[in-house]
């Protein structure tokens, strides 16, 4: 099935709203007209009857209708006459019928009574043309009987007059709707002409040149709110691929190197024969990169699954102190590796998901235990703050700069000029907190200064 355009739809509908008002209107007039040639014919025939009413009083009048009954025969005016005079209960004296219409049973207005126009009888004939008749009583001269008068007529000339009009105001109807049709359809197409502009414009943006915008300078106030959204959408657009292409970059970055470093290991071990030995530290060399490689990609997966789906997390209240504590245990051990200690301060309750709070608190705790300063303490705080609960995570050792502190929570971003073991890290672990706090409506800070390091994450209260 071919769709109309918009234009066609909206001159169409110019069509038929034209049609029906100017039809309306039309009708309007149609039965005004009806009414004053109804009201005017009537008025016609009630004069008549009165005239001939005072006729009859003229003993003159009853000579000449004795003598000469042919001289009322064109009484009435036309053809469609019908006259009639006659005493009561006799045969007509006189009867102008040339339309041999049926002469009505009328009662007459009694002699003596006002003649008005609720005397008039309307009728429809066996031809479907209107007929209207009036009777009226008259004492004739030179008699003590009355005379009935019963005068009709047919209404030929005004029911093709109506129609006629009719006929023309139909016509016109027609005419002024295929117009209005054919006038609203060009002013369409000249006032649609911005669609089509931001429609040529649309068709030019591509994967080359998302930074392009629609340019809503010539476009009416109308499309601006369009042209807005849709410049906002190209924009979001333009980021989102930005991000991938540069995350696509990172991975394969990151994922080159433990490649590499099995492909070289494995070549080297295989280009000669080697020892039992060996082969054992080559493998173990090698588990490792496949274990950093199995993080990373159990890291991507995770942060797929939270930032491209209606990902459900089961929100409850948590004591903050034991949350911190079960992740402070986790690191005892390598903090003693690290010759580093954990404090845990603070109590409370925090409204989130406990894995995904555990998860988040380990990612940061990881970062503090590998670039903590020998000796110190490593402090879990909780307090809590306006409308929420924040969760900090702190240590004491090398600062990082202003620049990369705004770029530390971005995918596979590592500040590699102020962080030492680097190549031990994936650069998702931020990511991934950042991702759990999106989650959780929160918020995540990152301030370092003098030689302290202070990772905060709020926690919003649960609603109500």
Known sequence: MMRRSLTMRLALL???????????????????????????DDAALVGRVDQVRTLLKDSNTMRLIHDKPQLFANMLGNHEGLLVIRFAGEAPMIAVN???????????????????????RHSIGADGIPFIAVAAATRAADSARDLEIVAGRAMVERT???????????????????????FGYLLLRHGLRPLRRLAAQTETVTIANLGARLDDAAAPRELSPLIAAFNAMLGRLERGF???????????????????????????????PRSAEYYEVLLASNLEELQRLSRMTDNMLFLARS?????????????????????????????????????????????????LLRRALA?????????????????????????GVTLAVENRGPVIEPHHLARLFDRFYRADAARRDSADASGLGLSIVRTIMTLHQGRWHAASADRVTRFSLFFPDAPG
Do not use: K
């Open 307 to 355: 930032e491209h789906a209606d990902t459900a997390i089961e929100r409850r209240a948590l004591d903050a102190a034991e949350e911190m504590q079960c992740v402070a245990d986790y690191f005892e051990g390598l903090a003693e590796e690290r010759g580093v200690r954990i404090a845990v301060q603070g109590s409370g309750a925090v409204w989130a998901d406990s894995m």
């Open 242 to 272: 930005t991000q991938l292409s540069q995350v696509s970059a990172d991975m394969a970055h990151d994922l080159r190197t433990p490649i590499n470093n099995l492909l070289g290991q494995n070549e080297v071990a295989l280009s000669q």
């Open 160 to 182: 093709r007059l109506l129609q006629g009009y009719r006929n023309r105001i139909l016509v016109l109807t027609l005419a002024a709707a295929a117009l209005f049709a054919l």
């Open 98 to 120: 040339p339309g041999h219409v049926p002469i009505p049973d009328i009662a007459p207005v009694p002699a003596g009574a006002p003649l008005t126009l609720a005397a008039v």
């Open 363 to 387: 990612n940061l705790l990881a970062n503090a235990v590998r670039y903590a300063d020998s000796g110190t303490a490593i402090l879990l705080q909780s307090e809590r703050a306006d409308g």
């Open 14 to 40: 110019f069509a038929l709203l034209s049609f029906l008002t100017l039809g309306a209107v039309g009708v309007m007039l149609y039965h005004g007209l009806r009414m004053q040639l109804v009201l005017r």
